[in-house]
Nanobody
Framework: QVQLVESGGGLVQPGGSLRLSCATS????????MGWFRQAPGKEREFVAT????????YYADSVKGRFTISRANAKNTVYLQMNSLTPEDTAVYFC?????????????????WGQGTQVTVAS
């Protein structure tokens, strides 16, 4: 079956960094765009970042641009989210997702498969 498994979440102090990983299987993920979303308690799920099928194009939410970097290693079937300069506003469950198409996608409805999520908590 298609699987996406996030890892790398945890507790980090403000200003710190984390790298999230998304291990994929069961689909030719290299043919599709990938994305990261997050959802904080009491808030709607929001777009974080997306990367095209070859990694040639990416796009970020304004709230994370300049701090987060999405990348992919297709040979490893893995997608990453490097998060730097973290703030408490970044606290959320982070979800990896595989899109239905090849181009970058900003909306949850554009994604066909989702991981289970990994918790990121930014606090002193």
């Amino acid at each position: 079956q298609v699987q996406l498994v996030e890892s790398g979440g945890g507790l980090v102090q403000p200003g710190g960094s984390l790298r999230l990983s998304c291990a994929t299987s069961g689909r030719t993920f290299s043919n599709y765009a990938m994305g990261w979303f997050r959802q904080a308690p009491g808030k709607e799920r929001e777009f974080v970042a997306t990367i095209s099928w070859t990694g040639g194009n990416n796009y970020y939410a304004d709230s994370v641009k300049g701090r987060f970097t999405i990348s992919r290693a297709n040979a490893k079937n893995t997608v990453y989210l490097q998060m730097n300069s973290l703030t408490p506003e970044d606290t959320a469950v982070y979800f990896c997702a595989c899109a239905a198409g090849r181009t970058i996608a900003l909306y949850a409805n554009d994604y066909a498969y989702w991981g289970q999520g990994t918790q990121v908590t930014v606090a002193s």
